[in-house]
């Protein structure tokens, strides 16, 4: 069998279902091709016993116009919510005791997380010199701008938070791009942060709020949604063994679905949503070298668990979650109270937490079994959360032994490499997360961004 279209997407994660509900609002013809059973990638909700969890993605921001529009334009078939107020109370743990992070400088000068001396540096942070390094980690940077104890205490939970990952590891410019633009732009983080909040913004851009959000029954809701606003039979799932190949400007995409025959398609685009690591796989005829490039990213394991209880005997969950910086020396990376976050989480006097464990510097805790995780827990969710007992309603874990990318130093030949590969073989737009940020806010971005670049 051969059939001709306008594209193909590889990956029906958030990136590859954004691209196809834009490709259909355009009235382009494409496939869908993804080795699952199912659409959303990462994505995936479950209801079980009166509590409703996520085996990946807990939750995402409202970060960008991009996604801003998307939910506008999706409102009437996925109803989104954002989280409470509570969301801005968000927990650190040190010496055993959660301190509330600070949000501005008047909470920086109080709170006890950061050192007198460096609380002195905080005040003198408008002055300094901007940096020059353009692969700078953030480790150095924070420490250059702010001191040592705002990086273990303040940038290295929230790395752990957000990409269990090593601050001295990542680089400023690729993994937290708005920060490193802050002190290029501005030469300062705290003049920098003042003056954006006090320009103007175009309407589009009054979109950006910042909130958290999920959906009501779940992330998997919107991915759902997706799939069926971008048209159901325009997906081909449980594909295997796909593979590409470039013919006089036209892609030829070799694929194989269970008891079927195996058929080409032809295309004149192709976008590729799938991690770095399935790049090879898939991609025979491309350049290697560029290929190899493009495909250069570490990614993060980690274990995450879903903890439920019917009624809540622990300490007030009166916050986001709480954050565990490495220097503490814990088993547990963070802490999500999705249950206060948002309603029909958890049973009405019960609780949901997601607990995060392993990460980039803690691997061998990866491979951890359901009995290890339990005692591991009973020993630090106990003390910490000020739980009489550990007898949850629901133990899941989930396991992601590729889960996060780190955005290294590598990230510069990764991103050239990329860009190589669109202008060698023009139509072929290469994605996912191994470029434009982890984010649901960036993947949406993203996505409409390869739609719009199809012919």
Known sequence: MEKKID???????????????????????????????????????????????E????????????????????????????????????????????????????????????TLKDKIRLLKEPFRKRG???????????????GLSFLEYAVDPFILGVYAGDPAYLVTKYALPKLYKLEQDYGSFIGGAVKKKFQKKDERNKKVTRRIFSAEQGLSSITDTLYALAGKGNFILGSRNITLRCNKGIYEIKVEVPGKDEF???????????????????????????LKDAGNVYYAPVL?????????????????????????NRDILGIMFMSSLFKGRAPKEGALLSIFIGGARRLELTKLNKKEVAYLLEKDLVPLMKLKEFKPELFEIF????????????SKIRIIAVEKIRKKYPGLLLGGNLC?????????????QLADLVR
């Open 132 to 146: 020059t390094d353009t692969n700078e980690s953030l480790a150095e940077m924070v420490k250059r701008r702010m």
């Open 436 to 448: 434009d940020g982890i984010g649901m806010a960036d993947r949406v971005k993203q996505g409409r």
């Open 399 to 410: 396991t992601h032994k590729q889960a996060i990318p780190q955005y290294g130093s590598e």
């Open 7 to 53: 594209a193909v997407i590889i990956g029906a994660g958030l990136t590859g279902l954004t691209a196809a509900y834009y490709l259909n609002k355009r009235g382009k013809s494409f496939l869908v091709l993804d080795k699952s059973d199912r659409v959303g990638g990462v994505i995936s909700t479950r209801q079980v016993n009166g509590f409703l969890y």
């Open 304 to 328: 995450e668990v879903a903890l439920g209880f019917n009624k809540w005997d622990g300490m007030p969950l009166e916050a986001f979650g709480g954050l565990i910086p490495f220097k503490e």
């Open 55 to 114: 085996e990946g993605p807990n939750t995402g921001i409202i970060g960008t116009p991009e996604i801003a529009e998307l939910f506008e334009a999706i409102k009437d078939d996925c109803k989104i919510i954002e989280a409470n107020e509570q969301v801005n109370n968000r927990y650190i743990l040190k010496d055993d005791n959660w301190e509330v992070l600070p949000s501005g400088l008047i909470g920086g000068i109080k709170t006890p997380l950061f």
């Open 264 to 290: 080409v398609i032809k295309a004149s685009s192709v976008i590729s949503t799938v991690p770095a690591f399935e790049l090879k796989e898939i991609m025979h005829e491309i350049d290697t070298n560029l």
